[in-house]
């Protein structure tokens, strides 16, 4: 039970503090710090596939998966992600799509846009 109270507190606190600022302020910052993020909402079990590390390394970002408790604000996160995929079209051209993971929180709709 005191684990379950910790992990919902976690949760709490991460919504909470990121609730508190836009998209693109979080990603200023996250670039800032060298922190870029991809957000995933997963399903039960994490899944890592080839390439992934690599992928990660090389254009110096990481990917988060949720699992399968989606957070409160999906659209902060989404957001987020298209900030992140524009950049890496900025910075790299169309190279990295081939290897990115297609199960990121709107990928399909930014690629449409883009």
């Known amino acids: 039970m005191k ?7 976690f949760i709490t606190s991460f919504v909470i503090g990121n ?6 302020e979080k990603f200023d910052k996250d ?3 060298n922190k ?4 995933i909402l997963g399903g039960i079990a994490s899944r ?9 390394t090389k254009y110096k970002l ?4 949720f699992g399968c408790i989606a957070p409160a604000n999906l659209s902060f996160y989404k957001d ?3 900030l992140v995929l ?3 079209k900025n910075i790299f051209g169309n190279e990295w799509k081939k290897d990115i993971r297609k199960d990121i929180l709107g990928w399909e709709e930014w690629q449409k846009k883009n």
Request: aromatic share 18%.
């Open 86 to 88: 524009t950049h890496l």
């Open 3 to 9: 684990s379950l109270f910790i992990t919902l507190l």
């Open 36 to 39: 870029i993020t991809l957000y």
């Open 48 to 56: 890592h596939y080839p390439g992934e590390k690599d992928f990660q």
């Open 19 to 24: 609730a508190q600022q836009t998209p693109l």
């Open 31 to 33: 670039i800032k710090n």
């Open 80 to 82: 987020y992600n298209f």
């Open 62 to 65: 990481h990917y988060h998966d």
